[in-house]
């Protein structure tokens, strides 16, 4: 196969070309991070709906409950990332939003305790492990099908769609709540609205599947299975030397969980601590989230783009370092500003920023640190640890951090962490390196308009 043959696009069937691929790709994404945030927002029916009220410890099994989608996370990605370097990027993307839908599904579907018994919690705690299996593989596939197949030049701009999910999963899971509120009222909603922005997913999720299925494989990784160069054990391999070993935790320590603590301190932190601890009425805080965070979406887009000019690790470590020196005080105007939305807006939307800044850039830096023999395990592994271990931990320091702000030193102490290791050791223009060097593929130009 000539390289001639794996640059031309304009006459390459649907399934490969750019616009399909980012949005199949990102709408995916977009409903398994709408489907995992739900369980946060309604955190408090859960408790009401599936454990005993008498054992008093139903708030905390809910906690436990979402804490337990965090955790598991790093095993989808060993799990989805052999699949996805194996057998291919197609069957494992395809995989995981099938499972993260029929969980959503079920769980709306599932009877409380008051049907079940224990049975409830069991089964709810049993499908949440099986979405947050699901979701560790789900992100670090999207960003690599799409940046196996953009252009060098491009790789940042098109691999930042994918970031924006995330952060629209919130808004799209509190603007359906909020939606639901006011359609049947507080009292329905109670009795078993709360179901119903779950049950969405029925009529989302076949779409999006319907979408993955149409994929075709990246060209290098096709190119990269033509040589027979595919990894036999790519979580061995990912493992098997100091090299590789080197880069995860580089991408660990200076990429994925630096990110997640200022991503989760800026938009779950801020708002359980406008909720929580400053008694701000719960519809504001929503509103206002949900404004903020709208307005943000574009420069995850914009600093993806960036990037690609003047590459990612800069970018990215002025989010670190504007989090570490501005958290304290920003929550403190938080307190300041409790009764005044626009301010709150403002502050909320300063919080995206930095959000945008560390997370915008970062799956195309991710993929272009690892080879494509073994990129989905290697991508996917340092950042579910990042974000389902070190981010997963900031609610549970906002709430041991109580009525002050003593929880944000450790998002501020992981960021600044973060600023060191990667000015010190992370490249400064990894969006110059050759990601698929194994099989000699050449750097891709833009495509046509």
């Not at 592994?381 to 549970?396: A, D």
Request: charged content about 10%.
């Amino acid at each position: 196969m000539t390289s001639q043959a794996l640059i031309v696009r304009s006459e390459a069937p649907m399934e490969t070309r750019l616009p399909f691929v980012v949005a199949a790709s990102t709408i995916g994404t977009l409903l398994a991070w709408y489907d995992f945030y739900l369980y946060g927002a309604l955190a408090t029916f859960f408790a009401a709906k599936f454990f005993p009220a008498e054992s008093g410890l139903a708030w905390f099994a809910v906690l436990g409950l979402v804490g337990t989608g965090f955790v598991v996370r790093p095993a989808g990605a060993v799990v989805f990332g052999y699949l996805g370097d194996r057998v291919g990027r197609k069957y494992a993307l395809s995989l995981t939003l099938l499972m993260i839908g029929a969980t959503t599904v079920g769980v709306g579907l599932l009877p409380g305790y008051g049907t079940l018994g224990l049975s409830a919690p069991v089964l709810l705690v049993l499908l949440r492990v099986i979405q947050g299996l699901a979701l560790g593989g789900e992100y670090g596939g999207a960003a690599i099908y799409v940046a196996e197949h953009a252009p060098d030049a491009k790789r940042g701009l098109y691999t930042s769609w994918v970031q924006t999910t995330a952060t629209a999963g919130i808004v799209l899971a509190l603007l359906a709540i909020l939606l639901c509120r006011a359609g049947i009222g507080e009292q329905r909603f109670d009795a078993w609205g709360w179901r119903v922005p779950f049950l969405l997913s029925a009529a989302l999720v076949p779409v999006a599947i319907y979408l993955r299925l149409r994929f075709a494989e990246p060209p290098l990784y096709d190119r990269l299975k033509e040589h027979n160069k595919a990894s036999s054990d790519p979580l061995r391999d990912s493992l098997a030397g100091w090299g590789n070993w080197r880069l995860m935790l580089l991408a660990l320590f200076g990429a994925a969980a630096p990110e997640a603590v200022v991503w989760y301190a800026g938009q779950f932190y801020a708002l359980y601590y406008l909720q929580a601890v400053l008694k701000v009425p719960e519809v504001m805080v929503w509103v206002v989230t949900i404004v903020a965070l709208s307005l943000g979406l574009p420069l995850f887009v914009a600093f993806g783009a960036l990037s690609d000019r003047i590459g990612r690790r800069n970018i990215m470590a002025l989010g670190f370092l504007l989090a570490a020196v501005s958290l304290w005080p920003v929550f403190a105007l938080l307190g300041t500003f409790k009764d005044n939305p626009v301010v709150l807006t403002l502050l909320v939307f300063y919080l995206t920023v930095l959000a945008a800044l560390a997370y915008g850039p970062m799956a195309a830096l991710l993929v272009e640190l690892f080879p494509t023999r073994i990129r989905y395990t290697s991508v996917s592994l340092p950042y579910q640890i990042g974000n389902g271990v070190f981010g997963g931990l900031v609610p549970l320091a906002a709430a041991l951090g109580g009525a002050g702000r003593g929880g944000l030193l450790y998002p501020i102490g992981i960021a600044a962490l973060g600023v060191a290791v990667a000015i010190a050791w992370l490249p400064a223009r990894s969006d110059e390196a050759d990601i698929s060097p194994e099989v000699g593929q050449p750097r891709l130009p833009a495509p046509k308009p």
